[in-house]
């Protein structure tokens, strides 16, 4: 079995109100084919959202103010993370570990300044399923092509340094591959085996971009076996409950 | 920038003693190049350095008995689980959660009985990074190219389900890519960028190959920038210690 990633380039700044799909429908060009999936960093979208907002328009309150002082950061900036947050895990080193409202669990609840235009911060998108989906079907309608989507962000993970790119976001493949209870290449039960994929595409994408490049979309060939004609339980089926996470 | 990745066919079962290098050179043919990631299941890499046991000669003693009890496990598998943990972080739903001595985070310590030679466990490297280093310099000694070799498990993740590829060893491949401090597309710091280059190539390659198909290799193509000269600090690199960890 083979995978290719390939970076889509020509993808101009991305402003609210851009039509995203008609943009990566024509950064791909002729080559798009039933079974791709397009791979989508989450910025791109957020900024097409609209899920921007000015620091000089933010009035920090009493919590954000605190916070700002104990962690030397700016405190409209964290007003914004208080009010994309559900919850406040930890605070440290200048970083707020968040619950968002989606259930995510990742620094500053995805807010970020970085790559975001002048005086801005780039919010999460406010239902990145439905993000997806949407793309999907802007897609579909643009370039005939069934494919599946994914929106992604780089989230730090427990345990181990570093970041990887996980899906917030998807729509017509299959976030989970669920190999519990079936048999393995010597007929033995596969006991824990539940894979990933939308996690792992996510990730696979992410080798093609370099953080600088303005290329926020990647074309994986390869996963067809993972891609649907419905648009399935979306990125939200990764979420583990709280009761059922012994990893945390 | 693209990205490819092929499951390399035709490796025979692996056993205690085989040499693997030869194994996974032959299988990939003439078709290795400089720059290339050679991402090997470590379940073959432990088969070839005969960490297997036999469950037939594990007596289990009384933690064992009294865990296996209380979860419905078999008493030796459970003996075998502690005897390779330095810690046991819980215990639920049939599974203990793990640090093995080099310091990795996994349900039951990695060891399983999925693809194993009947009657017996696999229990991971007992250096994976040594294994990597090994696996490495035997595919330059047959091939002549200058690969980056990464060993990988499946571990579950907090706070979302079901499980990716991560490195659990690594040699010749730069584990970490780090954009702290780096400008972004409009010459603003990145902040928090930290790339798991390892953790994202292992889920690249786990894409391509299923679960009972016995391709415990795949060759990655498109990494080049992150191959390296030296073996480098390995997979230890991407172990985060407790007190910088906000995410657990």
């Known amino acids: 079995m083979t995978l290719s990633a390939r970076a889509l380039a020509g993808i101009p700044e991305v402003r609210p109100g851009d039509d995203l ?13 039933d079974g791709d999936v397009m791979v989508v960093a989450h910025k791109v979208v957020s900024k097409a959202e609209g899920r921007l907002r000015a620091l000089a328009e933010i009035a920090p309150g009493g919590e954000a103010r605190g916070l700002a002082t104990a962690h030397g950061k700016d405190p409209r900036q964290i007003q914004a993370v208080l009010d994309e947050s559900a919850e406040v895990l930890r605070a440290a080193r200048g970083v707020l570990i968040c619950v968002t409202p989606h259930g995510f669990v990742c620094a500053n609840a995805g807010v970020d300044a970085s790559n975001a235009p002048d005086g801005c911060l780039v ?126």
């Open 21 to 33: 799909a008609r943009l990566l429908a024509d950064a791909a060009g002729s080559d798009l084919r």
């Open 123 to 248: 919010l999460l998108p406010e239902d990145p399923d439905a993000s997806a989906r949407q793309l999907r079907a802007g897609l579909r309608e643009r370039t005939g092509a069934r494919l599946g989507v994914l929106v992604t962000d780089s989230f730090g993970r427990a345990w181990r340094h570093g970041q990887a790119e996980v899906a917030i976001g998807c729509a017509g493949l299959a976030p989970l591959e669920d190999w519990r209870g079936r048999p393995d290449a010597e007929g033995r039960e596969l006991r824990a085996t539940w894979i990933a994929v939308a996690d792992q595409a996510a990730a696979a994408a992410d080798l093609v971009r370099t953080k600088d490049s303005g290329e926020p979309a990647v074309v994986l060939r390869g996963l067809e076996r993972f891609v649907t004609e419905e648009d399935g339980p979306g990125a939200a089926a990764l979420l583990r409950p709280e009761a059922e996470d012994l990893f945390r």
